[in-house]
């Protein structure tokens, strides 16, 4: 079992700047093409962004790896509980970019959250052995 997890080649702290940038990426594009109308059109970049920084800090600050990787699953979450909200958008058949932005962070955060959780678990059988 190799000692770091990875994803496609990938660290997670990787993924972590990757993820995260494309979230704060979105929530600006968002909030651009709305014609900046609504402020909560940035809700991905808020929560996006203490993921990149998660990622850059384990760079900077290997030693506090897990600390991070924890903080950044916990915006991981946060992202699919609040893209949860999206499923009752399209159960009023409302496709409007507020709830596209929900299935956005639904998505992403769940692919992000599973990542996270699957690293976790391998660094405690890493623990083990």
Request: glycine share 8%; net charge positive; with cysteine.
């Given at each position: 079992?190799s000692?770091?997890?990875?994803?496609?080649?990938?660290?997670?702290?990787?993924?972590?700047?990757?993820?995260?940038?494309?979230?704060?990426?979105?929530?600006?594009?968002?909030?651009?093409?709305?014609?900046?109308?609504?402020?909560?059109?940035?809700?991905?970049?808020?929560?996006?962004?203490?993921?990149?920084?998660?990622?850059?800090?384990?760079?900077?600050?290997?030693?506090?790896?897990?600390?991070?990787?924890h903080?950044?699953?916990?915006?991981?979450?946060?992202s699919?509980?609040?893209?949860?909200?999206?499923?009752?958008?399209?159960?009023?058949?409302?496709?409007?970019?507020?709830?596209?932005?929900?299935?956005?962070?639904?998505?992403?955060?769940?692919?992000?959250?599973?990542?996270?959780?699957?690293?976790?678990?391998?660094?405690?059988?890493?623990?083990?052995?």
């Open positions: 079992m000692e770091e997890f990875n994803v496609y080649g990938m660290s997670v702290p990787r993924i972590s700047e990757l993820i995260g940038s494309i979230m704060v990426l979105w929530g600006i594009i968002v909030y651009l093409l709305t014609d900046m109308s609504s402020f909560t059109s940035l809700i991905p970049s808020f929560v996006g962004l203490p993921i990149v920084l998660s990622g850059l800090l384990v760079r900077k600050l290997p030693e506090k790896r897990s600390l991070f990787m903080i950044s699953s916990t915006f991981g979450l946060i699919v509980l609040g893209g949860a909200m999206a499923f009752n958008g399209v159960m009023n058949n409302d496709w409007s970019m507020s709830t596209i932005s929900q299935l956005f962070l639904l998505i992403i955060g769940g692919i992000y959250l599973v990542i996270c959780v699957k690293s976790f678990i391998h660094a405690k059988k890493m623990r083990e052995n």
